[in-house]
């Protein structure tokens, strides 16, 4: 019998499963005491590429940048876990 995941799930994982995922690390992160700037250095990174263009961007550009880090790392890891070899049985 061959089972294959359904791409479906993938979907759903990428779509709810991540974000809600990356809200709660971040959330994590600051109730266990890690400072701030640490937290949120993406988003400070995104914000000073930003103002380095020009443009003053509003604390919320890094809180979402941040956030959007973090999606991303979920998303990578759901792929690298997708696209892993299965085992024969």
């Given at each position: 019998?061959s089972f294959r995941t359904h791409?479906?799930?993938?979907?759903?994982?990428?779509?709810?499963?991540?974000?809600?995922?990356?809200?709660?690390?971040?959330?994590?992160?600051?109730?266990?005491?890690?400072?701030?700037?640490?937290?949120?250095?993406?988003?400070?990174?995104?914000?000073?590429?930003?103002?380095?263009?020009?443009?003053?961007?509003?604390?919320?550009?890094?809180?979402?940048?941040?956030?959007?880090?973090?999606?991303?790392?979920?998303?990578?890891?759901?792929?690298?876990?997708?696209?892993?070899?299965?085992?024969?049985?």
């Open positions: 019998m791409p479906a799930f993938f979907v759903i994982f990428v779509v709810i499963l991540a974000p809600v995922g990356a809200a709660v690390v971040v959330g994590a992160l600051l109730l266990f005491g890690v400072q701030p700037h640490l937290v949120f250095a993406p988003g400070r990174a995104v914000m000073s590429l930003l103002a380095v263009c020009g443009v003053h961007a509003p604390n919320s550009v890094g809180v979402v940048s941040t956030v959007a880090f973090w999606w991303l790392v979920f998303v990578a890891a759901g792929v690298v876990w997708e696209r892993r070899p299965r085992r024969r049985g």
